[in-house]
Each structure stands twice: as structure tokens, then as C-alpha cells.
């Protein structure tokens, strides 16, 4: 059964749009159970009807015309008891509906399972047979397993029609909505640029060109590329493969000639298809055929023809990569973001940010909520690759992306740009004055940095002292480890940019969702595994030279604050100051003469949380990284969009967290900061504040926003606010009280775009 459900899925994944998808499902369900009749009713979200979308065995001519409301017909039940019927004989049910046009009356059995994606009902798939006789135990699972892994497949031929301007009945619509989760506040218009992973041909597109011969030019030097890497690759293995395993080579230089894979993929250019589409069609036809084979060793040979089709796609893309041209309203669309993406396009042209995978606590939201650019997460249903040059419209307040927008859509849009633009002007103004409440509380607000541009930003934003410098960044930009002098280089610019204001150095906090492409870390649970201290401190080489590095660039500057990631217990603490110790004795020794840096750690694991008062003993001050410790608290998985509602850092139980921490440092004289995203959202800073924390550390995008909240809200005030949010166990409580009391104290305009959670 698994076999024949992979290969059904198979074929309909690669179907060109949704009619052949569903003519796919039909053919092959209806073959699979040996029924007599397969349709697919779908739901018109537009007439809340189901719609006679393909059958095989019925009348073909109904399609299209049969339907039926929810209380209508079998296909009605099933969809709205959302539960599958299984039937011997379908007139004698009351429910039972004649349509005469389908022929329908010649079959007495029924089976129908509903079609659901994402909770939603979307279809229902019935299959039906002549003789009366109950569908067994193990049909009725076919169907309902078949029909669970197609919902996400029709969502998806759906989506990819309507990318295309095609509505169901393949008439032309306009725009259509995806949802996703918010990534960064803000709203963009503009043109999809997509990244695709390297050498994956799976996602490449259909992409007509006019330009045939550049694309034969090109497939030709792919070709070429590929040749050559096969010579040098039999010769280096010359010595080392008996001669017939070397034959594997000539195999491959056979496959790319003109009479096989070479010339199918030049015939398909030249009907006008680019050359990266031809290489995935013809490729994709070849290793069908091989994996549909019975034989082992022939189906093995599907792998041959993949890793030759990736290989010519690696160079096609490289050239295409090296002529790409921006448009200056380009909106990135990828797979998985990547902070090295958002260095590609060229300052000032990139508007906006799609990722099919990652939730708005990703870190490549936060850096893309610190540049200012609009952003939307988790698009989960975005047939991304196929959007390519098309127009969209990002809506990173609600986290929704429409494609092919209408003339109505887009204006109203370009009005929240323009009115978005005058805000950030207005709080311009704020640079100069002070963080401090009407009845006189000073509030200190510092930034956090990570990418060059970020130092611009925050001056210009009037930061006092940078609360966090993700060191992480500039390592995930390279091609290898930097070097102790290229860590100094940078580390010195950040520091004298700021100076004489603090620098809080984070040490090297990968793992998680921050992968090096060098230093590859693959493992099932990321969160809970080799991460921050965890790897530094099996590395202590890289811990030392990061911190001899840290150390050096603050010589004469001495505004150098160290700070350590991932802090679950004081044997790590004490580790960590252990190398530290070693690197000052080792820098000074070298001659270099720099005081010992206060040095602080994270409190974002909820071991850390109960041990505050034992850590703050050992060091010079304590920052809470709220966006992990509401992950491990709440066990949310901050990059998975699926449980992206659940992760909410007003949750009560984060709320007490954050208290108990700030009474138990203080409790040892120690002063507390925080740097997770909840310190940029104005409304939460105001209870932050209220808790006592000593500074707010935050993206420089959010920071005029937060000083324009906290220079409203006396602290009398936010001490009443936190009283009433402490007292509620409902998260959703906490936000409409808090918004409301905002609102009455006419401050509700900061709690509306712009802020990143309380919207
Ligand atoms: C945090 O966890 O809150 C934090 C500031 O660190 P990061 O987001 O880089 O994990
Ligand atoms: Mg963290």
C-alpha cells in the first residue's frame, strides 16, 4: 500500500496544474482500489459548494457543473461531518441525492473520505462500485490515507494556478492570499526574486525565454563544466578504483553526449523553455522511469542520472547567480532564509522577505526585523519556486503575502508605506532626548547588532551601549572560521564605532537554527542539543581565540563586555571563566595591556532561571534572552511555524520567569538586562520596565518606538500595569487587558504596526 500511495503522490507532485493533478488522482485511485468510479468534489470557497472538480467512471461532462451545498448529497455529508462514509448501498441512504447528468445511478456501493489541509475541509474523494457491498476495513484506510497526503498536494497545484492568474475552472482570477506567520512588521511592494537551494532540481520552475541561444550557451558550458570535473575526478581516483568501477565515469561522459541526456535537454530549450527547466523535465523523466522499475540495480540507476542533473544544475546556477540583476523593489523568496541571503542584494533595493520555513522567532527574522524590511515567515503553502518575477505584496504586520495584487490591493498598500515612512520620521525627532517617564525614571536602551549595518542604525537612533553583539553573524557570512586577526578587525570596529559607550560581546552562540556552512552541525532535536557554551566549551580552541580576539580589539578602548550564551548550570559558568581567565593571562603575556572585561551570562534556559542568584555571585551582570527562555518555558519550537500561536512571551509563566529573575539578581546586587524581542515591543517594555529590569536591549528599528512609549507611561503606572498582567493565567488576557489600558491612556498607537507582538 505505502508503495503504490508513493507513487500516486509522486506522479501528482509533478503535474502541471491543478486539473492534471486532480485527472492524476482519479486515474490512479480508481486503478489502485479497483472501483468502477473515482471523483473529487473541492469546496468553492466562493459558493461554500463542492464542486464536481475530475471523475473517472462517472460522466465527464458533469465536471464542473455538479455540486452541492454542505447539507446537500453524500459528498455534502462527508464534508461536513468531516469523517469518511462508507456505504452498500448509497440510495437507501436519506441523505442520498440523484444527479442525473453524472449517470451515477448505475452504482450502488459508496465510499467517501473528506479532503482536509490545515483543519479546513477542502474535498472529498468518493469512489463507488456496482455491486452492493460494504468497501472492507483496509479500503476504507486506503482512502483515508490517500486523501490526507493529497490535501496538502491539491493545496499546493492550487496554489501554483493561481500564481499563474488561473482560478479552478482555469479562468482568470486576480490576487491570491497565502497566510504565514509575522516575521518582521512593515508592509512592501514589490517584484519575488527566488533563491533556490543549490543543486536541488526538484524545485526548479517552468520558465519560458526568448533568448534560446544563451540558453543553449549556457547549458553547453554546463556541460562542458561537467565533462571536465569527470576527467579530473577518474584520473584523481586513477589509482585507487579497479578498472570497471572507473567505467562509472565514461558511463556519466556517455549520458551527457548529444544522442542521450545532452541532447533531450537542447531539444526542450529550443521550444523556448530555459535551461534550467529543460535539465529538471528531462532528468525528471529519466529517474521516474528508473525508480517505477522493479529491478534493483536498474532502479539504483535513477541515482546516476540525479547526481548528473545536479552537477549541470550547480553550474547553470552559478551563471545565472553571477548575471542576476536586482529591481529596486526586489522582495527575497526562499526556501530558508539565511542571513548570507540578505547580504546578496545590492543595499537599498530589497524591500521585503518571504521564507517557506522558519517561524518570526527564526534568526534571520530578528536580523530582518533589525534591518527594518518587512518580512513573513512560514508561508508553509507558497509554491515559492514558482513565483519568481511575479508581483507581491508583503504584509509583515499579519504575516500574509498576496500574489498578483489588484489595482485596489496595491494602492491601499503603497498608502501603509507612505504612512509608515512619515512615523519613522517623526520619531527621528526623538534621537536627542532622553528615555526617561514623565514622573522622572531613567530607562536605559541599548541596541543589538550583529550585522555591519547595524552600527549606522543604532547611532542614528541614539542607542546607549550596544546590549548584545550576536558574534555569530559575521561568522555565518564566511566561508571558514575567521582568524584570531580577522576576529580582531571586526571586533575593533564595533567597539570603536560605539566607544566610549558599552559593547556586550555574546561568544560564538551557533546550533539551533544558526548553522555554519563549514562547520555543519546535523542533529533530530537542534533546540535541545549542541548549542552556544555546549560546542564552545568542546572547543575551547575556538572559545580562545574568539575572546584573545575580543580582548585585543579593546585595547584603549576598554568598553569591552563579555557575555556567555546558553547558560544551563555553574559548571559551564565556571568553565567559561576558567578560558576566559586564560585568554586575558595569555593576551597580556603577549604584551597586549587590557583590563579584565566585566563578564556576564545569558539567562535563557529555565535551569538558569532557578540559579540566578548562584550565577549572579559570579559575575558582573546578568541579560535574559527571552526568545529562548519562552521556547524552553513554553517547550515551543521558535523556528517551527506550525506552534508559532503558542509562542507568546506574555505568557504568565514567562511573565513570573522574568520577575524572579530580576528580584534574585538585584537580591545579590547585580544589575539585570534584557535582549530577547519582547524588550523591542512597546507595550511589553513598559511591564519590563515595571519589573525593574536595569536596561532594555533591542533591534535599532524598534528603539524609537519603545522611547516614545516609555517617555508616556509614568512608572506609578506601569507598576499598576504589571500588578493586573501578573494577576491573570489567560496569555490572551494579558494582551487585550494590556492593550486596552494603553488605548484608554491614549497610547495605542505605538501597540499597532510597528510593534512586534501586542498587535
Ligand atoms: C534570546 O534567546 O533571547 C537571545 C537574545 O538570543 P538569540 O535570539 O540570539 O538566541
Ligand atoms: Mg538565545
Redesign the pocket.
Known sequence: MLNTLRKIVQEVNSAKDLKSALGIIVLRVKEAMGSQVCSVYLLDPETNRFVLMATEGLNKRSIGKVSMAPNEGLVGLVGTREEPLNLENAADHPRYRYFAETGEERFASFLGAPIIHHRRVVGVLVIQQKERRQFDEGEEAFLVTMSAQLAGVIAHAEATGSIRGLGRQGKGIQEARFVGVPGSPGAAVGRAVVMLPPADLEVVPDKAVDDIDAELKLFENALEGVREDMRKLSAKLATQLRPEERALFDVYLMMLEDAALGGEVTAVIKTGQWAQGALRQVVGEHVNRFELMDDDYLRERASDVKDLGRRLLAYLQEARSQSLVYADNTILVSEELTPAMLGEVPEGKLVGLVSVLGSGNS?VA?LARAMGIPTVMGLVDLPYSKVDGIELIVDGYKGEVFTNPSEVLRKQYSDVVEEERQLAQGLDALRELPCITPDGHRMPLWVNTGLLADVARAQQRGAEGVG?Y?TEVPFMINQRFPSEKEQLAIYREQLAAFHPLPVTMRTL?IGGDKALSYFPIKEDNPFLGWRGIRVTLDHPEIFLVQTRAMLKASEGLNNLRILLPMISGIHELEEALHLIHRAWGEVRDEGTDVPMPPVGVMV?IPAAVYQTKELARQVDFLSV?????TQYLLAVDRNNPRVADLYDYLHPAVLQALNTVVRDAHGEGKPVSI??EMAGDPAAAILLMAMGFDSLSMNATNLPKVKWMLRQVNMGKAKELLVEALSHDNPQVIHSSLQLALKNLGLARMIGPGANKTL
Open positions: 534568526h530578528i548584545l550576536r552562540d535563557e534572552g527571552s526568545n529562548d527562555l535582549c530577547g
